[in-house]
């Protein structure tokens, strides 16, 4: 090597970093007198975004280490793909889940149903090695889906991996549910799948509730340590060791649209879990959180349903990067119709690509080390931890839910949410902007009945008769045998919980945000097959081109949203002209479109020559000079669109008038 080589210096050496006043200062002078605060933001969990975000406040964790935010191993490895089994009789679930198995997925997610007997489990995991497959089943109660498993899989039980998703606390949240008589049977049954399904979770937190009926992140996390520990007491008061209890709950989290504050938010949730666990006394093995992730229904529209497609992608993409143990991605189609086979290869494809052509499955914790992802999984983690602090000062998970506060707090977050929708402040492509007109429904199926079959056993009453009867020594094989009798999971259940006390708290209501923009649409669509049109609202266009252009434009957005169709105009020389070309059109609401300037000259006797001879028609002014509004109300100007105007509520309101 020359000398000259050996005493190069780095490309950027001779400059000098600036530092973050120097960055300030060229900030505070590119916006010419306003203040920087007002590029700072507010995320819903009261985070504050600022444009110059700092480094991180605290130091990056090691990997596989605690507190486990940058993921519970120390090696890359790739997530399990699960995609959803829904519907069908077991054969056709069998033959759909060998198709996906054979085609990528990793792992099996399904919703028991109530009807099913052992039989049916047998049929539907037949030659399906269970060994190599997890399972991940939501159930209304563990015990009877365990018995189930035991009763139709005896001699691989203890090779069984996966989760029984069961959250009694989330269920309450939805309908009564008796505490007590549920949290007895996951104590027997915690303790019984230590010895025989030692890799199978035999609990759930599911924080994926909370956020689909509107709550954010930190309310997710509080709400998860809080349902944790009150699972964890509740299993301690029946003789449950931490050590039994630890390294068998998994969370499930839905994963929403804030790209970054979703990965945060994993990567969060396993620092607070491991704090938590350790403050119990857990092991090693008891701090690292399990986590499955899903992405989220709220964040998905019935208007355009292929830009589902995108959003889940997104959403994938933040789990993947947040650390999920494993992913279920919706089919883009399924708020509209039971997913195809096209649907659920696009999903599970998603999840393949991401592993083996982005290559996630080669990285450890690809954020960390980002200001931004470091400072939200740090600021989320404190604020978790504080609501969590709240929520037991208050009594507990159940106590707190009883007073109705979680329910208000997540209420609100929901409507601000809402709000923020309506005044398209948040952007949902293709439901509040940017609407795709011509957007045809999916086809839908031809609709199947399926018969439900007749139990195949024999008669399992004396069975259940005996489980009735059950002792806490011998419920679980007491359940396994009325499973290998025949009993359906509904039988199980209901034989358990008989004559235990039930609770009760005010439910929370699901979070649908796109679905007042939906009622606009289907409004529309409706007075469409009535009229023959759509319904419709005149460009009053006045000036030439480069003056009511963008207003124009502006205009036709915020009404295509409520499924109008805009009648355009070239731009009138005056305002008599413009107010004849109106009546002319037969479209009953108007939008003037010019600049603040010409607003004073114009509006005045064109809102007259329309109202003297249409006295009901609704005239509409496009922008929001401040300074004219009152003698633009005074002339007879209806309303006013602009940015931060209601698009909701004013599409709501024009549609009103034309019904």
């Known amino acids: ?89 077991p054969d056709q679930l069998n033959a759909q889940l060998r198709h996906d198995l054979a085609l990528g997925q990793t792992a099996v997610f399904w919703p ?57 606390i989330a269920l309450l949240t939805m309908t009564s549910q008796p505490l007590d008589a549920l949290y007895d049977q996951t104590a027997v049954l915690t303790r019984w799948a230590v010895q025989h399904a030692p890799q199978l979770h035999t609990l759930a937190v599911m924080p994926t509730l909370y956020q689909e009926c509107g709550a954010h992140a930190v309310q997710q996390l509080g709400l998860m340590l809080a349902t944790a520990v009150y699972h964890i007491r509740q299993l301690q008061q029946r003789g449950v060791t931490v050590e039994e209890i630890g390294g068998r709950i998994t969370a499930v989290f839905s994963i929403g649209s804030d790209f970054f504050m979703e990965m945060a938010k994993l990567r969060a949730a396993r620092a607070v879990w491991a704090q938590m666990m350790a403050a119990f006394g857990g092991d090693a093995a008891a701090q690292k959180l399990t986590i499955h992730a899903r992405t989220s229904d709220a964040s998905k529209s019935q208007l355009d349903p292929h830009v ?19 992913l279920e991605i919706a089919p883009f189609d399924a708020n509209q119709r039971p997913a ?24 450890l914790d690809p954020a960390g080390g980002s200001y931004t992802v470091e400072y939200l999984t740090d600021e989320l983690a404190q604020r978790g931890w504080a609501l969590f602090q709240e929520i037991e000062a208050a009594g507990g998970m159940v106590a707190v839910l009883q007073a109705g506060t979680l329910q208000q707090q997540i209420a609100a977050t929901a409507a601000a949410r809402q709000a923020d929708l309506a005044t398209r402040k948040a952007v949902m492509v293709g439901t509040n ?37 059950a002792t806490p020594e011998n419920v679980v094989p007491l359940a396994i045998t009325a499973a290998q009798a025949g009993a359906t999971l509904a039988q199980l259940q209901e034989t358990l919980v008989a004559g235990a006390e039930m609770v009760e708290v005010e439910g929370i209501r699901p979070f649908h945000p796109a679905a007042p923009f939906v009622q606009l649409r289907r409004w529309a669509d409706a007075y469409a097959q009535t009229h023959g049109h759509p319904p419709q609202i005149f460009l009053a266009n006045m000036g030439p081109l480069r003056q009511h252009k963008a207003r124009a434009e502006f205009t036709r957005g915020f009404f295509e949203v409520g499924g109008f169709a805009l009648i355009d105009s070239p731009g009138f020389d005056s305002p008599q002209m413009a107010a004849q070309a109106a009546l002319d059109s037969g479209a009953s609401v108007t939008v003037i479109c010019s600049t603040d300037d010409t607003y004073p000259e114009i509006v005045p006797s064109l809102v007259k020559g329309i109202k003297t001879q249409q006295p009901a028609a609704l005239v509409i002014l496009a922008g929001y000079p401040k300074e ?17 105007a209601d698009c909701l509520a004013l599409n709501r309101r024009v549609q009103e008038k034309l019904a």
């Open 628 to 644: 004219q509004i009152e003698a633009h109300k005074a002339a007879g100007v209806d309303a006013f669109i602009h940015l931060g």
């Open 308 to 326: 589902n497609l995108l959003r889940a992608t997104t959403e994938a993409f933040a789990a993947a990067l947040g650390g999920a143990d494993s």
């Open 340 to 363: 195809n086979d096209f649907s659920r290869r696009i999903a599970r494809n998603v999840q393949i690509i991401l592993q083996e052509e982005v290559n996630l499955t080669k990285l």
């Open 433 to 469: 902007i940017y609407p795709n007109f011509g957007e045809k429904p999916l086809p839908q199926p031809e609709p199947v009945v399926d018969e439900i079959p007749l139990t195949r056993q024999p008669d399992p009453q004396l069975a259940l008769a005996a489980l009735a009867q």
């Open 112 to 168: 028991p149903e109530a009807h099913f007997t052992a039989h049916d489990l047998r049929t539907l995991f037949q030659n399906v090695d269970l060994a190599q497959t997890p399972l991940l089943l939501p159930c209304l109660s563990s015990l009877p889906v365990l018995a189930q498993l035991a009763a139709a899989h005896e001699a691989d039980l203890a090779q069984l991996r996966g989760a029984l998703l069961h959250d009694p």
């Open 1 to 89: 090597m020359s000398e000259d080589a050996q005493t190069e210096k780095p490309l950027f050496a001779e400059f000098t970093p600036p530092t973050i006043e120097e960055w300030i200062t060229a900030t505070v002078t590119s916006l010419k007198g306003k203040p920087l605060e007002k590029l700072t933001h507010l995320t819903y969990e009261g985070i504050p975004i600022d444009p110059l975000l700092p480094a991180a406040a605290t130091a990056v964790a090691t990997p596989g280490q605690f507190p486990y935010q940058r993921g519970t191993v120390g090696q890359a490895q790739p997530w399990l793909i699960a995609q959803r089994l829904e519907g069908g009789q």
